[in-house]
């Protein structure tokens, strides 16, 4: 009876010890993971900076006012990609801008009206604006407001599905209102005060008569 008991006891112990030890490694394994995870959020908020860092270095050694982080973007079907895009402020006041891509053509088009499907030659493909979505292969940030002399470097969100496979060269198009240019000073002309929603028509592409093309460039998407 008495080395029933003590056999218990030693099973008893045994068993804690075994629960201690697990618990510690599950403490040391979580500690771990959460270590990983956050250097990887480090080393990723590492190349926005690297690659904000470098538009903006583009920018001012270019003197152009748009640039990419990549003049060519491969991607595949149905799967998300991420370029960046920097604008050049040279207004002496802060400002609104609006951005769209249009989609000028396609290297094998079936139909040389169209870019593919309902999408012709022209039309929008990327907006901020709600009515667009039906169109969108790239999402865009919504207009904003970049100081005098400064530079703003964006993300646009690539992800075309139910397009046939093509290269299409498609062009992105940074609109100002024109009341930037008859602000007097350093008066600031900003998306709270200007009317966004109509800037273009969303079938033809063209830019209203309140705003004025500001900027714009012309880059390939492969899609895969």
């Not at 402020?89 to 139909?111: I, S």
């Not at 169209?114 to 901020?128: H, S």
């Not at 709270?192 to 008569?209: K, L, N, P, Q, W």
Request: hydrophobic residues 40%; negative net charge; glycine residues 8%.
């Amino acid at each position: 009876m008495r080395w029933s008991k003590k056999g218990a006891l030693e099973l008893s112990i045994n068993a804690i010890v075994v629960l201690i030890l697990a618990i510690t490694i599950l403490g040391l394994g979580i500690a771990f993971i959460r270590g990983q995870f956050g250097a990887l959020r480090g080393q990723f908020e590492q190349v926005s900076g690297e690659v904000k860092t470098e538009l903006i270095n583009k920018i001012r050694e270019s003197g152009e006012l748009l640039v990419f982080s990549r003049g060519e973007i491969d991607v595949q079907t149905g799967k998300k990609d991420t370029v960046y895009y920097g604008i050049s402020n040279t207004a002496p006041q802060k400002a609104c801008f609006y951005v769209v891509v249009q989609c000028l053509n396609a290297q094998n088009p079936t139909d040389p009206e169209y870019c593919t499907q309902d999408i012709r030659l022209g039309q929008l493909v990327a907006g901020p604006s709600k009515d667009q979505i039906r169109k969108k292969w790239m999402s865009l940030i919504s207009p904003v407001d970049i100081n005098a002399n400064d530079v703003g470097v964006y993300p646009m969100t690539i992800q075309i599905s139910g397009a046939r496979k093509d290269t299409y060269l498609v062009e992105i198009l940074v609109a100002l209102p024109k009341a930037v240019g008859e602000a007097e000073g350093d008066e600031e002309v900003t998306c709270s005060s200007v009317a966004s929603e109509t800037v273009f028509d969303t079938e033809t592409g063209e830019i209203s008569g309140e705003w004025t093309v500001y900027a714009r460039k012309q880059f390939y998407v492969n899609l895969n």
